[in-house]
């Protein structure tokens, strides 16, 4: 099969300037009483070993917002974790500040919530700024946040960071989604910065509730050249909440961001479904059938580049939908991951270790990108039979893939309006009985209709995936 773009071009677009698309969130999600006071300058200090052992995991008593003390764990001298328990407003979540002084000296982390338990009602897991470092010894530390985020949350963004010692090759930019979140990080070397003479390299991590990896690349792009200039989160945490209540941020030296020049439509069709065709021609079809039965999709590439560039595209294949909600482009082989993986009806999830191929239990579809093959598992294969009407649908997808007048918007609602048929056809043989308000599917109707036993098969599968079947 010919070798898709997605191989040999650069990922334009979302590593070069950025390009104008939206970006929203209420103003009320913003604490009214929220002050930028007190934040750690990072500075020119050298940063004691910050490893992940400093993280014990939140106790209950955390999490009712009480006084906790830990006791020094890990190598280099004390440390202590303070969780203030004073009077304040219900729900304040503060700033994780992380002071680093000498080698073998102490290093404190503050988070000044009051009434932890509606503070973790707010999602802070969900919204969360967050800073990445690596120092000159090669130790990657977590020097900053905002707001407290849990320990699960901590070492998950680590892993995913390209900072940590597993990880050799520097990802600018990378995008994810666990539990309903999603994650940005982009990451920059250090060259020249009197503000961060002891760092090599920084990664900026931004999670939101919202696919965009336009948006948030074009903003984590413009708060990476404040820290590059200052080293310290509170001019960082200026242009953060500059955007969150007013929807904008401005700086000639730094570049402006407009929230309203982003739009969640364009970040969908961001990808390029004329790629995936030109990829694996007519076993375009399997993808198209997976994904309109809700099957788990898993995609491997060694570069996780191509990998999202790919698995952020298909989604578009069921354009009627419009659910990126299902895309979880960035999967490690961790058991914590795996089984967030698996309380998912259907995904597409991405990875980059080759081990994946033997985790049968993780998919229906198996898509090697690296060596252009797909393969489907023989739990699926009857409700993934191919007849004539997934040839059509084949044939339809590539003659107007490869029509070089069309673009990939145009493609898509090619793949779309036959879609539409598809589900009129199957809306024509449902019925609404025993006082449901969604119509069901009635069997003895399909079978009336004397299709072709690979196109009843995958209407009455359809049907089910639709949830338009009788329990």
């Known amino acids: 099969m010919s070798k898709s773009r997605l191989d040999t071009l650069p990922s334009a677009g979302l590593w070069g300037p950025a390009s104008a698309r939206r970006w929203h969130r209420p103003s009320s999600m913003v604490p009214s009483n929220l002050t930028i006071l007190g934040f750690c300058d990072a500075g020119n200090k050298k940063k004691t070993h910050f490893s992940q052992t400093h993280f014990p995991p939140v106790t209950a008593g955390e999490q009712a917002g009480g006084p906790q003390r830990r006791k020094p764990q890990g190598a280099g001298g004390r440390e202590r974790s303070v969780n203030g328990g004073g009077a304040g407003p219900a729900g304040r979540s503060g700033a994780v500040r992380v002071e680093r ?68 090759l520097l990802h600018t930019f990378v995008f994810g989604q666990y539990k309903r979140s999603w994650f940005y990080i982009t990451t920059v070397e250090v060259q020249d910065s009197p503000a961060l003479k002891k760092v090599t390299h920084f990664s900026i991590v931004l999670m939101a509730k919202d696919f965009n990896p336009e948006k948030y690349a074009a903003f984590t792009r413009i708060l990476c050249r404040i820290y590059l200039k200052h080293g310290s989160p509170v001019k960082m945490m200026e242009s953060y909440i500059a955007v969150l209540t007013k929807g904008i ?79 979880h482009s960035y999967v490690h082989l961790n058991e ?5 993986l698996k309380a998912c009806t259907g ?44 040839k059509e649908i084949g044939q339809l997808i590539v003659q107007s893939a490869e029509d070089p007048d069309k673009s990939d918007s145009q493609v898509i609602k090619d793949i779309s309006l036959k879609t539409k048929e598809i589900l009129a056809t199957l809306a024509s043989l449902t019925e609404v009985s025993d006082g449901n308000e969604k119509p069901t599917l009635n069997a003895e109707a399909l079978k009336q209709k004397r299709f072709p036993p690979a196109t009843e098969n995958f209407l009455f599968h359809l049907a089910a995936a639709e949830q338009m079947l009788k329990i």
């Open 101 to 168: 002084g000498r080698a073998g000296g102490r290093w404190r982390s503050e988070d000044g919530r009051a009434g932890g338990a509606a503070a973790a009602g707010r999602g802070a897991d969900r919204e969360h700024l967050s800073t990445i470092e690596k120092d000159t010894n090669g130790d990657a530390l977590w020097v900053w946040c905002y707001p407290s985020v849990t320990a699960e949350l901590r070492t998950l963004l680590l892993r995913k960071c390209c900072l940590t010692d597993e990880n050799k």
């Open 249 to 327: 941020c401005q700086s000639e030296e730094n570049g402006s961001f407009l929230s309203k020049d982003f739009d969640a439509r364009k970040a969908y069709l961001a990808g390029s479904i004329k790629d995936i065709v030109s990829q694996f021609g007519m076993e375009t079809i399997i993808l198209y059938t997976a994904l309109m039965l809700k099957k788990r999709i898993v995609v491997y590439h060694p570069r996780i580049e191509a990998i999202q560039e790919f698995t952020r595209t298909l989604p578009a294949l069921v354009w009627h939908r419009q659910d990126w909600s299902i895309l």
């Open 336 to 340: 914590e991951e795996l089984e967030a």
């Open 347 to 390: 995904y597409i999830a991405g990875f980059t270790d080759s081990e994946v191929s033997s985790r049968s239990d993780l998919y229906d579809v198996y898509v090697n990108l690296a060596d252009s093959e797909i393969t489907v598992s023989p739990v699926v294969k009857e409700a993934m039979t191919m007849g004539k009407l997934h």
